[in-house]
T-cell receptor, first 116, second 115 residues
């Protein structure tokens, strides 16, 4: 398993501003993902954060809106750019390992974002 | 593409009642299947998983069996407690391809257990 922390845990932001969310893992992981959970909804994958290369985005999500960095095997950031009230969601980081016996993903506690 | 369908909620039960939350899926290949739980105000936690047909995942009195013939992974518990009140998510992990590692979630089922 892995212990995952996210910063900030919550924030209230103004329309048009940007927020960067950090995800830190206590061990090296192969895969890191960013999900969004809109109010009362399920989780939707935004992108896969690839170490040392550009993130892989899911349909409906673009790099200009959600730039992602992953400088090493234990850390990633997600930026929500030019925010609008529709971006109010919980953003979750998850980690996993490719191959091997474990295919479980573990989730961070989430960042609750409110955009006014 | 992959999809997961859960029974609609919310589900309200009395303590010690039997619980079933239905989950069916559509996927190519042989995905791994998961149940995650989200307690009020907390993050997502893995409850149980199964990685191949006929596997049974179990944890904390909850069980789910990977049924390939019916593409289902229903969650069951024989006697629920108030502390089981939470949102339950069924999910699958693609076996490979371009979305390797991606989890696809169902819409979630809210469970409320009354004393």
């Amino acid at each position: 398993s892995a212990v995952i922390s996210q910063k900030p845990s919550r924030d209230i932001c103004q329309r048009g501003t940007s927020l960067t969310i950090q995800c830190q893992v206590d061990s090296q992981v192969t895969m890191m993902f960013w999900y969004r959970q809109q109010p009362g909804q399920s989780l939707t994958l935004i992108a896969t954060a690839n170490q040392g290369s550009e993130a892989t985005y899911e349909s409906g999500f673009v790099i200009d809106k959600f730039p992602i960095s992953r400088p090493n095997l234990t850390f990633s950031t997600l930026t929500v750019s030019n925010m609008s009230p529709e971006d109010s969601s919980i953003y979750l980081c998850s980690v996993g390992w490719s191959g091997g016996a474990s295919d479980t993903q573990y989730f961070g506690p989430g960042t609750r974002l409110t955009v006014l | 593409g992959d999809s997961v369908t859960q029974m609609e909620g919310p589900v309200t039960l009395s303590e010690e009642a039997f619980l079933t939350i239905n989950c069916t899926y559509t996927a190519t290949g042989y995905p791994s299947l998961f149940w995650y739980v989200q307690y009020p105000g907390e993050g997502l936690q893995l409850l149980l998983k199964a990685t191949k047909a006929d596997d049974k995942g179990s944890n904390k009195g909850f069980e789910a069996t990977y049924r390939k013939e019916t593409t289902s992974f229903h969650l069951e518990k024989g006697s629920v407690q108030v502390s089981d009140s939470a949102v339950y998510f069924c999910a699958l992990r693609d076996a490979g391809g371009t979305s390797y590692g991606k989890l696809t979630f169902g819409q979630g089922t809210i469970l409320t257990v009354h004393p």
